[in-house]
C-alpha cells in the first residue's frame, strides 16, 4: 500500500475537501451497493473511470496493464458489469447476495490539481448460499470533486486475504 | 494399491450403445473413498502440471505450490536447472520453506536449523559430530526431489511415480496444441505476476467438465453473449468442435464466441489492434506456412490435459491449474500466458480483455462458478436413494452422432465422454465401467493439424 498519511483535508478543484466528506461519501457508497441499487452506483463515477481489484498476491507499483488482476474495467466494461449485475441472466448473483459493509481508516492524500487519493479500510461481509464469507482489505481511489459532489476516477479494492476462500468468488461489487 | 471393498454403488459410468445413453454416477463428485482413491492412483501415478518455466526464470527463484496435497518447492537452482522438491526437511518433515516465493541459495529448516541448497544438497547440519559421520548419511538427508520432472514447451510437469511413461507419451495429441501456443509469437510466450488463487466449493471433475462443456455457453453465459454482441460480434455455435486427444485429454475448438487478441479480431478490440492482429497474421503465415498458421491463429482452444491442467486459448491465455482439496472443494490458480515481445498497448488491451471474461471477478468465469457449485449441492438431491438409477448425470449428448462417425460438436458432450473413460481406468475401480450394446470399436480422436 502507498503511504497515505492523515490529513483532515486536502485543497483541490479550487475548494478544500475534509475528511469527514469523504467518509460521507464512502458510506453512502457502502450503503447503496448493500441496497443494490446499480444506477445510484454508477452515478457515483465520472465517465471514464476505472474500477480494478489486483489478485492476492499483488505488490504495491504492479500496473493491471502488466499484470493479472480479478477486475481490469475501463468504463464501457464498468458498464457491462453494471448492466450484467441489473440482469437477471447474472446466475452468480441470481438471487443476490447479501453484503453488508464496513469503511473505515479513511486518509486523504493531495495527488493533482483536480483529483485526490482516499485510502481506506474495507470488510465486506456476504452471505449467500447458506454461507458467510468476510472480504478484508484497502481502498485507495482517486476522487474527483465536481459541483455536484464527489465521483470516483479510479477505484480500487486490494485484498488482505492470501488467495479467494472457497466460494468467495468476486461476482459481486468488492 | 490394495483394492478396499467397494462401498460405492457400481458401477460409475454405464455406457448403452442401444439406447445411445451416456451416465456418470454421482458418487464420483462426492465420494471420500472415490477422493482418496483418486489421491492415491490419479495423483500419484500420473504426470502432473506442476507451473511454467518462466515463472522462475532466474537462478535461484522459487515458488512453492501444493499439488496432490503435497507441499512442493518449485525452484531453479544456483547453476539454472529446474527442481521441484518435496517442501518437507528430510530431518523431522517440517515445511522447509515457509515463504511463498522469492530468491535464495539456501533453504534452511528453522527447527533445528539444518540447510539445504536449492540442487537440493545437504549445506551443514548444526553439530553434525552427534552424527555418524559417513558421506552416505549426509547424501541420503538431501532434499527429495520429485520422482520424475519434465518439461515440455516450458509447462513443467512432475510424477510421484517413477514409472509414469515419458511425459510426451502421456501427453500424446495435446502435446502438439501445446506447442501451437508456444508458436504463436515468434519469441514465445512467458507467464506474468499477478495469478488468480481461488477456491471453489466443487468437485474439481466439474471444472474439468465446464471447460468441456460448449453446450453451458449460451445459457450460463447470456449476459457475457449479450456484451460482445452490443460491441458488434456475432455469437454462432457453428463449425465448433469438441475431439478428445486420448489419455483423458480433451480439446474444444471455438470459432463463434470471441475473439483473441494478437490472433482474432473482432470491433471492441479497437482499429490499431485490427491493424496488429492483420500485421502478425501474415507474419505466421510466412513462418508456420498458411495450414498451420490457420490452426494456431485462426480459432480458439481450450485444451485440458488430464488431470490438472486447462489452457484456455479464449480473449487472451489463461494457465489454469486445478487441486482437489476435498470431493467438493477444489482449489484453482491461474496465469496469464502473453507473448514475450507485445506491444504495450497490446498488452494493457490483452490484459483488459482476458480479465474482463476470465477469473473469479470477470463477467462469464463466475456463472461457470455458480453452475458448477449449484450441481454440487444439488446432486445431494439423489444421493442414497431408493432409486439408485437416478444418481446419475446424462452425459449422452453427441452419440447419434458419434456412433455414424461424425465429428461431435462442441456443444455435445463428447470430450467429457473421453475424460470420463479415462478417469474410470485411472482411478482403478473394478467394474467402474458398464457397457450395454455393441461399443464403436474406436472412438473419434484428434485431427490433422501439422
Ligand atoms: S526438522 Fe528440519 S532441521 Fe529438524
Ligand atoms: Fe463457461
Same mark, same amino acid.
Given at each position: 500500500?502507498?503511504?497515505?498519511?492523515?490529513?483532515?483535508?486536502?485543497?483541490?478543484?479550487?475548494?478544500?475537501?475534509?475528511?469527514?466528506?469523504?467518509?460521507?461519501?464512502?458510506?453512502?457508497?457502502?450503503?447503496?451497493?448493500?441496497?443494490?441499487?446499480?444506477?445510484?452506483?454508477?452515478?457515483?463515477?465520472?465517465?471514464?473511470?476505472?474500477?480494478?481489484?489486483?489478485?492476492?498476491?499483488?505488490?504495491?507499483?504492479?500496473?493491471?496493464?502488466?499484470?493479472?488482476?480479478?477486475?481490469?474495467?475501463?468504463?464501457?466494461?464498468?458498464?457491462?458489469?453494471?448492466?450484467?449485475?441489473?440482469?437477471?441472466?447474472?446466475?452468480?448473483?441470481?438471487?443476490?447476495?447479501?453484503?453488508?459493509?464496513?469503511?473505515?481508516?479513511?486518509?486523504?492524500?493531495?495527488?493533482?490539481?483536480?483529483?485526490?487519493?482516499?485510502?481506506?479500510?474495507?470488510?465486506?461481509?456476504?452471505?449467500?448460499?447458506?454461507?458467510?464469507?468476510?472480504?478484508?482489505?484497502?481502498?485507495?481511489?482517486?476522487?474527483?470533486?465536481?459541483?455536484?459532489?464527489?465521483?470516483?476516477?479510479?477505484?480500487?479494492?486490494?485484498?488482505?486475504?492470501?488467495?479467494?476462500?472457497?466460494?468467495?468468488?468476486?461476482?459481486?461489487?468488492? | 494399491?490394495?483394492?478396499?471393498?467397494?462401498?460405492?454403488?457400481?458401477?460409475?459410468?454405464?455406457?448403452?450403445?442401444?439406447?445411445?445413453?451416456?451416465?456418470?454416477?454421482?458418487?464420483?463428485?462426492?465420494?471420500?473413498?472415490?477422493?482418496?482413491?483418486?489421491?492415491? *492412483?490419479? *495423483?500419484?501415478?500420473?504426470?502432473?502440471?506442476?507451473?511454467?518455466?518462466?515463472?522462475?526464470?532466474?537462478?535461484?527463484?522459487?515458488?512453492?505450490?501444493?499439488?496432490?496435497?503435497?507441499?512442493?518447492?518449485?525452484?531453479?537452482?544456483?547453476?539454472?536447472?529446474?527442481?521441484?522438491?518435496?517442501?518437507?526437511?528430510?530431518?523431522?518433515?517440517?515445511?522447509?520453506?515457509?515463504?511463498?516465493?522469492?530468491?535464495?541459495?539456501?533453504?534452511?529448516?528453522?527447527?533445528?536449523?539444518?540447510?539445504?541448497?536449492?540442487?537440493?544438497?545437504?549445506?551443514?547440519?548444526?553439530?553434525?559430530?552427534?552424527?555418524?559421520?559417513?558421506?552416505?548419511?549426509?547424501?541420503?538427508?538431501?532434499?527429495?526431489?520429485?520422482?520424475?520432472?519434465?518439461?515440455?514447451?516450458?509447462?513443467?510437469?512432475?510424477?510421484?511415480?517413477?514409472?509414469?511413461?515419458?511425459?510426451?507419451?502421456?501427453?500424446?495429441?495435446?502435446?502438439?496444441?501445446?506447442?501451437?501456443?508456444?508458436?504463436?509469437?515468434?519469441?514465445?510466450?512467458?507467464?506474468?505476476?499477478?495469478?488468480?488463487?481461488?477456491?471453489?466449493?466443487?468437485?474439481?471433475?466439474?471444472?474439468?467438465?465446464?471447460?468441456?462443456?460448449?453446450?453451458?455457453?449460451?445459457?450460463?453465459?447470456?449476459?457475457?453473449?449479450?456484451?460482445?454482441?452490443?460491441?458488434?460480434?456475432?455469437?454462432?455455435?457453428?463449425?465448433?468442435?469438441?475431439?478428445? %486427444?486420448?489419455?483423458?485429454? $480433451?480439446?474444444?475448438?471455438?470459432?463463434?464466441?470471441? $475473439?483473441?487478441?494478437?490472433? %482474432?479480431?473482432?470491433?471492441?478490440?479497437?482499429?490499431?489492434?485490427?491493424?496488429?492482429?492483420?500485421?502478425?497474421?501474415?507474419?505466421?503465415?510466412?513462418?508456420?506456412?498458411?495450414?498451420?498458421?490457420?490452426?494456431?491463429?485462426?480459432?480458439?482452444?481450450?485444451?485440458?490435459?488430464?488431470?490438472?491442467?486447462?489452457?484456455?486459448?479464449?480473449?487472451?491465455?489463461?494457465?489454469?491449474?486445478?487441486?482437489?482439496?476435498?470431493?467438493?472443494?477444489?482449489? =484453482?490458480?491461474?496465469?496469464?500466458?502473453?507473448?514475450?515481445?507485445?506491444?504495450?498497448?497490446?498488452?494493457?488491451?490483452?490484459?483488459?480483455? =482476458?480479465?474482463?471474461?476470465?477469473?473469479?471477478?470477470?463477467?462469464?468465469?463466475?456463472?461457470?462458478?455458480?453452475?458448477?457449485?449449484?450441481?454440487?449441492?444439488?446432486?445431494?438431491?439423489?444421493?442414497?436413494?431408493?432409486?439408485?438409477?437416478?444418481?446419475?448425470?446424462?452425459?449422452?449428448?453427441?452419440?447419434?452422432?458419434?456412433?455414424?462417425?461424425?465429428?461431435?460438436?462442441?456443444?455435445?458432450?463428447?470430450?467429457?465422454?473421453?475424460? *470420463?473413460?479415462?478417469?474410470?481406468?485411472? =482411478?482403478?475401480?473394478?467394474?467402474?465401467?458398464?457397457?450395454?450394446?455393441?461399443?464403436?470399436?474406436?472412438?473419434?480422436?484428434?485431427?490433422?493439424?501439422?
Amino acid at each position: 500500500m502507498t503511504a497515505i498519511t492523515g490529513t483532515h483535508s486536502v485543497h483541490c478543484g479550487g475548494r478544500t475537501i475534509t475528511r469527514p466528506e469523504v467518509e460521507d461519501f464512502l458510506y453512502s457508497e457502502a450503503d447503496i451497493l448493500d441496497r443494490w441499487d446499480y444506477d445510484g452506483w454508477l452515478a457515483l463515477f465520472e465517465p471514464g473511470a476505472r474500477y480494478e481489484i489486483p489478485t492476492t498476491d499483488y505488490r504495491p507499483g504492479w500496473s493491471p496493464h502488466e499484470t493479472g488482476s480479478f477486475v481490469d474495467d475501463d468504463w464501457d466494461l464498468i458498464l457491462a458489469r453494471v448492466k450484467r449485475l441489473k440482469s437477471r441472466k447474472a446466475h452468480a448473483e441470481n438471487p443476490h447476495s447479501r453484503t453488508h459493509r464496513l469503511v473505515s481508516n479513511v486518509r486523504l492524500s493531495e495527488h493533482t490539481e483536480d483529483s485526490f487519493r482516499v485510502a481506506a479500510s474495507f470488510v465486506v461481509h456476504r452471505a449467500r448460499d447458506g454461507r458467510f464469507d468476510a472480504y478484508v482489505g484497502w481502498y485507495e481511489h482517486v476522487l474527483v470533486p465536481t459541483g455536484d459532489g464527489l465521483r470516483f476516477r479510479l477505484r480500487r479494492s486490494i485484498l488482505g486475504h492470501e488467495s479467494l476462500a472457497a466460494g468467495a468468488r468476486l461476482s459481486f461489487i468488492l | 494399491m490394495g483394492s478396499n471393498p467397494r462401498t460405492v454403488p457400481a458401477p460409475m459410468i454405464v455406457e448403452d450403445w442401444d439406447q445411445l445413453t451416456f451416465r456418470v454416477n454421482r458418487e464420483a463428485y462426492r465420494s471420500a473413498e472415490i477422493f482418496t482413491r483418486e489421491r492415491g *492412483w490419479v *495423483w500419484t501415478h500420473t504426470w502432473l502440471y506442476l507451473g511454467h518455466e518462466t515463472e522462475i526464470p532466474n537462478p535461484n527463484d522459487f515458488k512453492v505450490r501444493t499439488l496432490g496435497g503435497r507441499p512442493l518447492i518449485f525452484c531453479r537452482d544456483t547453476a539454472g536447472e529446474v527442481h521441484a522438491f518435496l517442501n518437507s526437511c528430510p530431518h523431522r518433515g517440517t515445511v522447509l520453506c515457509r515463504e511463498s516465493e522469492g530468491s535464495t541459495r539456501l533453504f534452511q529448516c528453522f527447527y533445528h536449523a539444518w540447510t539445504f541448497r536449492n540442487n537440493g544438497d545437504l549445506a551443514a547440519i548444526p553439530d553434525a559430530d552427534a552424527y555418524e559421520s559417513s558421506d552416505e548419511f549426509k547424501a541420503s538427508m538431501g532434499l527429495r526431489s520429485v520422482p520424475r520432472l519434465e518439461i515440455h514447451e516450458g509447462y513443467v510437469f512432475v510424477a510421484f511415480d517413477p514409472d509414469v511413461p515419458p511425459l510426451l507419451e502421456h501427453l500424446g495429441d495435446a502435446a502438439d496444441y501445446m506447442t501451437m501456443i508456444e508458436q504463436q509469437h515468434v519469441g514465445g510466450m512467458t507467464t506474468l505476476p499477478g495469478t488468480q488463487q481461488y477456491s471453489v466449493r466443487g468437485n474439481w471433475k466439474l471444472a474439468v467438465e465446464n471447460a468441456m462443456d460448449g453446450y453451458h455457453f449460451a445459457p450460463t453465459h447470456n449476459t457475457f453473449v449479450g456484451y460482445l454482441r452490443e460491441s458488434g460480434f456475432a455469437v454462432t455455435d457453428d463449425n465448433q468442435y469438441a475431439y478428445n %486427444l486420448g489419455n483423458g485429454h $480433451g480439446l474444444l475448438v471455438l470459432t463463434g464466441h470471441g $475473439g483473441r487478441i494478437s490472433m %482474432l479480431w473482432e470491433p471492441r478490440f479497437g482499429e490499431d489492434e485490427r491493424v496488429r492482429t492483420e500485421q502478425h497474421r501474415a507474419e505466421m503465415t510466412q513462418r508456420l506456412g498458411e495450414k498451420r498458421a490457420h490452426y494456431v491463429a485462426d480459432e480458439s482452444h481450450i485444451l485440458f490435459v488430464f488431470p490438472n491442467l486447462l489452457l484456455f486459448d479464449i480473449e487472451g491465455l489463461s494457465i489454469r491449474q486445478l487441486e482437489p482439496v476435498a470431493p467438493d472443494q477444489t482449489d =484453482v490458480r491461474a496465469w496469464q500466458l502473453v507473448p514475450r515481445d507485445e506491444d504495450p498497448a497490446a498488452r494493457a488491451l490483452r490484459m483488459k480483455t =482476458v480479465v474482463s471474461f476470465v477469473g473469479p471477478g470477470g463477467l462469464a468465469t463466475p456463472d461457470d462458478i455458480e453452475a458448477y457449485e449449484a450441481v454440487q449441492r444439488g446432486i445431494q438431491a439423489t444421493a442414497g436413494t431408493a432409486a439408485p438409477e437416478l444418481d446419475y448425470s446424462d452425459m449422452s449428448r453427441g452419440m447419434a452422432d458419434e456412433v455414424k462417425g461424425a465429428q461431435g460438436r462442441s456443444t455435445d458432450e463428447g470430450a467429457m465422454r473421453g475424460f *470420463w473413460r479415462h478417469w474410470v481406468d485411472a =482411478v482403478g475401480i473394478d467394474d467402474g465401467l458398464a457397457v450395454h450394446g455393441e461399443r464403436p470399436t474406436t472412438f473419434l480422436e484428434g485431427r490433422d493439424v501439422r
